[in-house]
């Protein structure tokens, strides 16, 4: 199957095919997409689904001229494969490899660098008349998911686009699905809209028998328009779409090649803004992924033929975080649990079995989330919102206004903090230290390890003021030198004295520290080790002892070294006077940083252990 797929010269094949010969590559897609995301990992069951919406799409299409936008990213790999890029499904998300997401500088195909959700139709209006001002003639076509529609810059573009009236053909993938099942008025709606086959029945039948009437039939058929809607709106209600100035056209059987080519080659010949609704299967095709969508989101390496994980049994801190909330649920009513689109993914099932009636899934609305928190919280409940780090940058100003001016209790779990590895510059969240830093009122911290962050959970519930605890994603550590985990306001731990060098670091990179400073003991160098906890506040008075004994100070943090924990510590050393210090911040550069392996871009940028022994070394001996 892999040989014939990759011997396709895409996407000036897909032309030359027959409805059959079409029909029979989407089986071969989906063999490759299985055996090749198996290994590799990846967006798998939202691909699966999108395979015949892909291949009609670029048939009736001529990409690049044509330009498709996809939203988010992770239903783009059957467009990658449709615009040549097979032969690269093996270097999926790894170092130098093809990325999972759209991706302009890889290919002259990817239209817009996607990564959050929501943003294709905006882009695409901007494409749309971006063309009539240059008065060229090519199509736009975003494709939008249900679950990306829940997001309110989604219908900030769909009411823009309607007004303005530019051509544009929006493709909405109803699957029903975001990474979770999709809440909201807008996913009842779409249910609605799939169950009207009474007015497509309908409206098939007076097309037929009113074109039917020799000489006039055309004209009656046009004079009837007001009459049809008429009749639309009255068997399906509501039909937001043609109300925010669409031409609508569904639901449609998102896997018939030949009803999607049909209904595509209309809307081409169609002027002003069309919005087709296809309904797909998200996981189609593979058992185990039509059966647990949400499980086959997004997988690491598994068994394609049980769909079991190839590195199952890790424990993470999602799954810490997610226990620890129900163990505080059963012991305080007011807590309640706020997630955007991401239940499963941020490890809040458990907690949603158990208290499904203090769960709120507000949909891919971030900004909507943050805020109704707060207004949860001003009425005497005590939100937790679990998040992304990537995702909560959506919501910087609800943030900064509606919580921390309000002086709000409400906690925020930052999930996927710092390097996420293979999701790349889209999803590393290494800029939360520096958005937050600045915020009045905000407490941060980060734990070392498990046991530090159910500590920093009891804290937090304990705050009168916002507060984010932010956690690396993946397997857990427990730190072997400590068995302090009181967190009292802002203190930090010093987890190993030394007299060459003070280590201050925070979050998973005192983990890295720690076999630092082993590393640095081998060649002579005893390094002291602080745990800070806290960006914010911090505790300079550890620090201070520390610098003052050693001379040396280096800062460490898994986030950008701009605005980040060390340029803080700078700047509170040098308020206290402190001027004849050696000082070295490692972090992330003030660059995006590429997918790949996580090990792999610690050592590529130098913040692995071994990398950074040699850095602190060569900082003690004056050579950085």
Known sequence: MEKRLLDYNFPGDLKQMNERELDLLSYEIRDFIIEKVSKTGGHFASNLGVVELSIAIHYVFNSPEDKIIWDVGHQSYIHKILSGRADRFDTLRTFHGLSGFPKRAESEHDMYDAGHASTSISVGMGYAVARDLNGDHYDVVPVIGDGAMTGGIAFEALNNAGSKGSKMIVILNDNEMSIDKNNG???????????????????????????????????????????????????????????????????????????????????????????????????????????????????????????????????????????????????????????????????????????????????????????????????????????????????????????????????????????????????????????????PGMTVMAPKDSRELEAMMDYAHTLNGPCAIRYPKGQVWNCPDSDNNQIIDGNSELLAEGKDVSLVAIGKMVQIAMEARTKLKSIGYEAEVINARFLKPVDMNTILTSVKKTGNMVTLEDNVIIGGFGSGILSLLASEGVRDLKTLCLGWPDCFIPHGNMEQLFAEYKLDADSVAKRVGEFIEGKA
């Open 185 to 439: 008025s807008l996913s009842q709606h779409l249910r609605k809209l799939r169950a009207s086959q009474a007015y497509l029945d309908f409206k098939r039948q007076l097309k037929k028998t009113l074109k039917g009437i020799p000489m006039i039939g055309e004209g009656i058929y046009t004079s009837m328009e007001h009459i049809r809607n008429s009749v639309k709106y009255a068997i399906v209600p509501g039909a937001i779409f043609e109300e925010l100035g669409f031409k609508y056209f569904g639901p449609i059987n998102g896997h018939n090649i030949h009803d999607l080519i049909e209904t595509l080659t209309l809307a081409k010949i169609m002027d002003g803004p069309v919005l087709i609704h296809a309904v797909t299967k998200k996981g189609k095709g593979y058992r185990n992924a039509e059966a647990n969508p949400s499980k086959f989101h997004g997988v690491s390496p598994f068994d394609p033929l049980t769909g079991k994980s190839i590195h199952a049994g890790t424990v993470t801190y999602s799954q810490i975080f997610g226990d620890k909330l129900v163990q505080m649920a059963i012991e305080d009513p007011k807590i309640v649990a706020i997630s955007a689109a991401m239940i499963n993914g941020t490890g809040l099932c458990q907690f949603q079995n158990k208290f499904p009636d203090r769960t709120f899934d507000v949909g891919i609305a971030e900004q909507h989330a943050v805020t109704f928190a707060a207004g949860l919280a001003l009425n005497g409940y005590k939100p937790v919102v679990a998040i992304y780090s990537t995702f909560l940058q959506r919501s910087y100003d609800q943030l900064l206004v509606d919580v921390c001016l309000q002086k709000l209790p409400v906690i925020f779990m930052l999930d996927r903090a710092g390097n996420v590895g293979n999701d790349g510059e889209t999803h590393h969240g290494v800029f939360d230290f520096s958005y937050l830093s600045h915020m």
